[in-house]
């Protein structure tokens, strides 16, 4: 049966000619290849895209790869692998404009850091952190220098969810524990098998022409050119954002995904990413930046968090899943029971 995607086309035409983006692709796949491809505006046919925090899940992918090797345990304490994380404390708060910080109550494991509960944060999404940075003038994950990740953990490892750099140190885990940089080894073991000749950390002068501009919009509802930008080079692969590629070469991954992580992982790995791993700990209501220029509000998912063992939709080691094809969840409109879900965007901002 051919999949009509003129609904999708017309959605992606309209908000560029009604102003809402300037630029916007979109692909749909199965588990036997794409089934649809429309790029709008001024996203080319091959327009590369910042694949921002759709770069955890590839990252992710590479850990769980060392998982199935014999390499790394999901279990095993960050530190023990990378002793330097073992270095980084909490920070608890302010007294006057010194940062107060004192010893994790827990270690960090890979698990929790799969699961963004490994104790890290986002300066943008986190005002503890956001303040920190204030103060003492350290750089950020978006400056590319690779000592921003040693800035202090916000909460104890295994007792919150808090979007943060968690991913980023779980690329340092693979570059270690592999030899590569994770980019070479992602180019070895995911973008090569899967075909995803696009997909890199560091883009050519050809690709970057392909590179769809980040833009803002204006108090006039205009769009113009933003200044907010990843720089040019990183002194790091930024596990948590720094690939960039084409949505047909996200595609590839998602339709490997779609067929239990054939050409990358066993079946039984893919389907284990994709149990709760999160336990009891509660996902926030919704999260909200600190810096409105880098995000806007994110809500919760639709979809009800359930506990361990009656999983209707849960975070799992890809970020996202829902478990069960419940009447609620057909219902809603989230998405059918056995899904998974990840989502990054960066190339167009509100002010």
């Not at 790029?39 to 327009?47: H, N």
């Not at 698990?111 to 503890?128: A, I, P, S």
Request: hydrophobic share 35%; net charge neutral.
């Amino acid at each position: 049966m051919s999949f009509d995607g003129s609904a999708i086309k017309t959605l992606l035409d309209d908000a560029v000619s009604k102003g809402g983006i300037h630029g916007i692709a979109a692909v749909v796949v199965d588990r036997s290849g794409q089934l649809f491809h429309h790029a709008a505006g001024e996203a080319g046919q091959q327009a590369m895209f910042r694949n921002a925090s759709m770069t955890k899940a590839v990252a992710t992918t590479a850990a769980l790869q060392l998982v199935e090797e014999g390499l790394l345990s999901l279990d095993a304490t960050v530190e023990s692998i990378l002793p330097e994380f073992g270095h980084l404390q909490v920070l608890d708060g302010f007294d006057g404009d010194k940062p107060r910080l004192r010893a994790p109550a827990s270690k960090a494991t890979v698990r929790q850091l799969m699961t963004h509960t490994g104790g890290l944060g986002y300066f943008f999404l986190n005002e503890k952190l956001k303040h920190y940075h204030e103060l003492t003038g350290e750089p950020h994950p978006f400056t590319g220098l690779k000592r921003s990740l040693s800035v202090p953990l916000v909460n104890d490892p295994g007792t919150a969810w808090e979007y943060g750099t968690n991913t980023d140190w779980l690329g340092l885990i693979v570059e270690k524990l592999s030899g590569q940089s994770l980019g070479s080894y992602l180019k070895q073991h995911v973008y090569g098998p899967l075909g995803m000749n696009d997909s890199t950390f560091v883009p050519s002068a050809e690709q970057r022409g392909r590179l769809l501009p980040v833009m803002q919009r204006e108090a006039d509802g205009t769009l113009a050119p933003s200044g907010i930008d990843l720089p040019p080079t990183s002194e790091w692969d930024a596990a948590g954002h720094g690939s960039y590629g084409t949505v047909q070469d996200y595609g590839r991954f998602v339709q490997a995904w779609l067929n239990d992580g054939a050409g990358i992982l066993e079946p039984a790995t893919a389907r284990m990413a994709l149990q709760n791993h999160l336990g009891p700990i509660k996902l926030p209501e919704a999260v909200k930046p600190t810096v409105p220029e880098l995000s806007n509000q994110v809500p919760a998912s639709p979809a009800p968090q359930r506990r361990r063992g009656a999983d209707d939709a849960n975070p799992a080691l890809l970020r996202h899943a829902c478990r069960r094809d419940t009447d609620w969840l057909r219902g809603s409109g989230v998405r059918a029971g056995g899904s998974g879900r990840t989502c990054g965007m960066t190339s167009t901002r509100e002010r």
